[in-house]
């Protein structure tokens, strides 16, 4: 059962930076596709960016487009979420979600921004921004 392990969350002030990490021990994260959600506090969660390596696809929300970076280590096993220029409205629970695309190669490829897509998802990691 694949796990998702994420870190790298915490408070910075507007403009600052972080950069979040998600490891998926065990196994090879080639074999999916992910991708970023948050939700922040009294709001639905929402999609940040995806990311399909192997069928070269990546997404953005516009909210976040020129601001934040998705990528993915596979030596590492490890989805990355470089976020720059930061904003109090990015303030949220960050979650890093994964799906196997030999079981859902459709999801992946027709439906990356849309949460049902995605199986595994971690515990969440905070990101606070203040003004």
């Known amino acids: 059962q694949l796990q998702l392990v994420e870190s790298g969350g915490g408070s910075v002030q507007s403009g600052g930076s972080l950069r979040l990490s998600c490891a998926t021990p065990?196994?090879?994260?080639?074999?999916?596709?992910m991708g970023w959600f948050r939700q922040a506090p009294g709001k639905e969660r929402e999609v940040v960016a995806t990311?399909?390596?192997?069928?070269?696809?990546?997404q953005y929300a516009d909210s976040v487009k020129g601001r934040f970076t998705i990528s993915q280590d596979n030596a590492q096993n490890t989805l990355v979420l470089q976020m720059n220029s930061l904003k109090p409205e990015d303030t949220a629970m960050y979650y890093c979600?994964?799906?196997?695309?030999?079981?859902?190669?459709?999801?992946?490829?027709?439906?990356?921004?849309?949460?049902?897509?995605?199986?595994?998802w971690g515990q969440g990691t905070q990101v606070t921004v203040s003004s």
């Open positions: 065990g196994f090879p994260i080639r074999r999916y596709c």
């Open positions: 990311i399909y390596n192997e069928y070269g696809s990546l």
């Open positions: 979600a994964a799906e196997d695309a030999a079981e859902d190669s459709f999801g992946c490829v027709r439906s990356p921004l849309v949460e049902r897509t995605y199986k595994y």
